[in-house]
Structures are given as C-alpha cells and as structure tokens.
T-cell receptor, first 115, second 112 residues
Framework: DAGVTQTPRHEVAEKGQTIILKCEPV?????LFWYRQTKIQGLELLSY????????DGGAFKDRFKAEMLNSSFSTLKIQPTEPKDSAVYLC?????????????FGEGSKLTVL | GDSVTQKQGQVTLSEDDFLFINCTYS??????LLWYVQYLGQGPQLLLK?????NKGISRGFEATYDKGTTSFHLQKASVQESDSAVYFC???????????FGAGTKLTIKP
C-alpha cells in the first residue's frame, strides 16, 4: 500500500533559483496539504487542496510559494525565487475526509537547503 | 485563534522510565485532540486521537486524557523504550474552520 511519495528527498539551491518539489498522495485521498517544518517555527501550513481545489493558500507564503494540484494524484510546490530563509523540510500530507478527521498521512519530506 | 503549547522542548529519559509530555491548548471550540509522532527521517504519523466523546486515547502503550477543565492533553507512557525516541507533536482540530493547529513538538531521547 503506497504512502505519500515526495521527491526529491534532498535539494540544494542557490539563492534566487526556482525549485519544484513533487508529491504523490495516497491513492484515493481527496485532500492534500503542504507544510513547512523548521526547528524554530515548527509545522506551518502552506497550502491545502480538497478535490484539487485550493482551500487554503497559507497567507504569508503567497508571494514566492505556489502549490498546484494538476490531477488527483500529483501536486507540486514551486518556490521562486528561493532565499536562504526557505531552508527547511517541506512535508506533503494527504487525507480522506479532510482536516476534521485529524488523520493526515505525511510523506518523508523534501529537505531544501538554500545557499 | 487556536493555540497549542508544549513547554518541554526536549525530554531525556532512560529505558523503563515513566514518560510525561505536557500539552495545553486554547480554543473557543470543543476540539478533537491529537498526538503525532515523528521518527528520524520520516514524516509525522498519528499516534492517537481523542474526541470530546471518548476523553481518553490509548495506542502502543501511550495514553492521553482530554481534560476540559485544565485544557490539557498530556501524553504518558509507563515504561519507555529506546525505540520511542522521536519528536512528539500535540495538535487540535477545530471543526468550525477545519484547521489543525500543531504544537512546537517535544523531542524525546531515550538512553539505552
């Protein structure tokens, strides 16, 4: 039973570059989330999709972060342009039934380092 | 807005010690409360979930009790093992705005 798959697992970027992180949710799940995880800020919600529709765009992350859900089984998170403060682990999660179930299935994350 | 507070950033114990991780929350609703566990190199996974209906959750030897009076949801385990080393996140679900609010996490290290 495939869980949430995230690629790449590690990414190193120069300041100003564009990076794209990819996520495949659990098959059949209709909700997809992107989180940023840092030691200081913890888990921060970047985007939330329900059945491919954007429900939450993460407020403060709008200007350089763009998440898209091209189909029900694939999502991307684009950061453009990258800044050193974007260095973090980016986690994708999916669920069946939405946040109110409390049950999110997380991928292993993509660790981004911006030099 | 909603908030979840985990006062302990780190806890270090020896095997067979009793575990207590503090969690308090603030919200205007009656939320569902969660504990997630994140092992090294993995994403968080749900450990246990407690609603207003059932008050107490037990999973894999861990337990947490929903205390509306003190707005607390502490995590306990009678006897920890080295394999319990991980980061533990307390969280609440606000049904009204469909948001999950996570605490900052508590890193648990078990010395063999």
């Amino acid at each position: 039973d495939a869980g949430v798959t995230q690629t790449p697992r590690h990414e190193v970027a120069e300041k100003g570059q564009t990076i794209i992180l990819k996520c495949e949710p659990v098959s059949g799940h209709n909700d997809l989330f992107w989180y940023r995880q840092t030691k200081i800020q913890g888990l921060e919600l970047l985007s939330y999709f329900r059945s491919k529709s954007l429900m939450e765009d993460g407020g403060a992350f709008k200007d350089r972060f763009k998440a898209e859900m091209l189909n029900s089984s694939f999502s991307t998170l684009k950061i453009q342009p990258t800044e050193p403060k974007d260095s973090a682990v980016y986690l994708c999660a999916s669920s069946f039934g939405g946040p109110n179930t409390g049950q999110l299935y997380f991928g292993e994350g993509s660790k981004l380092t911006v030099l | 807005g909603d908030s979840v507070t985990q006062k302990q950033g780190q806890v270090t114990l020896s095997e067979d010690d009793f575990l207590f991780i503090n969690c308090t929350y603030s919200t205007t609703t009656y939320p569902t409360l969660l504990w997630y566990v994140q092992y090294l190199g993995q994403g968080p996974q749900l450990l246990l979930k407690v609603t207003t209906a059932n008050n107490k959750g037990i999973s894999r030897g861990f337990e947490a009790t929903y205390d509306k009076g003190t707005t607390s949801f502490h995590l306990q385990k009678a006897s920890v093992q080295e394999s319990d080393s991980a980061v533990y996140f307390c969280a609440l679900v606000n049904y009204g705005n469909e948001k999950i609010t996570f605490g900052a996490g508590t890193k648990l290290t078990i010395k063999p």
